[in-house]
């Protein structure tokens, strides 16, 4: 089948290459008296391989994602015998006659106008997703969208009611959301104005009852905001419409009978990459992408995800990672800065792993730090990525002592 691609001349995002280094030293090594949340890469394999007959992948990947390593999560994601053949296949009726590529950016601030709910999704194991989440909000709340609701926050007695007061995530916040990507999708949110909402069920229950939760909690929420917009922020399949396999409906087609509101539902779950090109879909490698994006055929009707009776409006496509010091090049999206951090000074025990905390948040009340990376000798030279501002790095070792280092970014 001969294939017509019909490019767009799309923008390069320009990152920030400049390496800034940290020239303090480090102060004195202590014994904490916090436990530190995040696991190193032995501790993810003591638990991973705990059953040696059938070894929890899915986990490893998800604390792999928690802690910021990338290229571990996709690989013991795609280790997964359902997740080790290429996924996704193509809609080649829709290809056949050629199509246009545009950023999925300016695709979905546009289409939000027309819309009041907006419910984008996540592979949970790929921080890229929070990334280009995060790049909506500052457009989305200029088209009337005040209202965020996350998945991953913990609801009922367990919920962080002072996330908004306080304006940056701590650990108790969430589960996913103690990764620095999301975290930081967090602070931008609460920076600009949204107001955050819990919404998950609070049953411990799953399936249908799960789905029919969290569409009841959200609806009761946008009852009292009626004018305002709202991002619903959710993993994998809770915003696929039309009639879904074991559900009966997702969260999203349950919403939608409540609300009577048709809602704008994105995925950028189907069309990322994997930890290898050969495992990737062979359309997304072929694309050579240059940033997130989307597909549209001659009629402007955009790639939807479609899976037997159910689908999504919009497909992100996203590029392929690119590194940058050896840091995924998306982590530069908003001009954060390769900092270099010296461990010279260092007195403890490797492996450690790096902590970057705004000076202003508590650390003792285990704010989410803005970056995390492990660092296996101290002839390696670390390299952060961070915004202008003052800073906290925390080094800690995997018997829990740690010494702090403060820097300041111009």
């Known amino acids: 089948m001969k294939k017509i691609f019909r490019f767009l001349l799309m923008p390069i995002m320009l990152f920030s290459l400049s390496m800034c280094k940290s020239t303090e030293n480090w ?3 202590k014994k904490s008296e916090v436990k530190n949340h995040y696991k190193f890469s032995s501790q993810i394999d ?25 290229k571990k999560a996709l690989y013991f994601w795609d280790s997964i015998p359902r997740n080790s053949a290429r996924s996704e296949s193509i809609d ?14 300016d695709y979905i601030i546009k289409e939000s106008l027309n819309n009041r709910l907006i419910i984008l999704n996540e592979a949970h194991h790929n921080n890229s997703h929070r990334v280009f989440a995060e790049s909506l909000l500052a457009d989305l709340y200029k088209n009337g969208y005040k209202l965020l609701f996350l998945e991953t926050l913990s609801n009922g007695e ?16 969430g589960f996913y959301s103690s990764n620095p990507q999301y975290g930081n999708f967090v602070r931008k949110a609460l920076k600009l104005g949204f107001t ?11 399936g249908k009852i799960r789905e029919q939760n969290q569409a009841d909690n959200i609806y009761s929420i946008l009852q009292k905001h009626p004018e305002d917009k709202a991002l619903i922020y959710v993993g994998y399949g809770h915003n696929r419409e039309g009639i879904v396999p074991y559900w009966e409906k997702s969260m999203a087609e349950r919403l939608k009978d409540l609300t009577g509101i048709d809602p704008l539902t994105i995925a950028q779950d189907k069309f990322s990459e994997k930890s290898s090109k050969t495992l990737s879909n062979p359309l997304l490698v072929e694309l050579k992408l240059k940033e997130p994006s989307v597909l549209l055929n ?13 689908w999504t409006d919009i497909t992100v496509f996203h590029p392929f990672t690119k590194y940058i010091n050896g840091r995924p090049d998306w982590l530069f999206y908003d001009g954060k800065k390769s900092v270099s951090i010296d461990l010279k000074s260092i007195t403890l025990y490797f492996p450690i ?20 990376l492990e660092v296996e000798n101290r002839n390696e030279n670390p390299v952060l990525v961070l915004n202008k501002g003052s800073y906290v790095i925390k080094a800690i070792d995997t018997k829990n002592f740690y010494q702090l280092l403060t820097i300041s970014i111009k």
């Open 27 to 29: 102060g004195f090594k």
């Open 298 to 310: 001659d009629d402007d009707i955009p790639y939807k995800t479609v899976t037997d009776s159910s």
């Open 92 to 105: 080649s009726n829709y290809i056949r006659n050629g199509f246009r590529i545009l950023s999925a950016k």
């Open 353 to 372: 792993m790096l902590m970057a905390f705004k000076s202003e948040e508590e650390i003792k009340n285990d704010a989410v730090p803005l970056d995390i």
């Open 158 to 173: 367990n919920a962080d009611t002072l996330l908004n007061k306080r304006e940056y995530p701590i650990d108790a916040s």
């Open 196 to 206: 955050i909402f819990p919404y998950e069920t609070m049953g411990g229950v799953d």
């Open 46 to 70: 003591s638990i991973t391989h705990k059953d040696a007959l059938d070894p929890d992948y899915e986990y490893a990947a998800t604390l792999y994602s928690i802690k910021s390593d990338f």
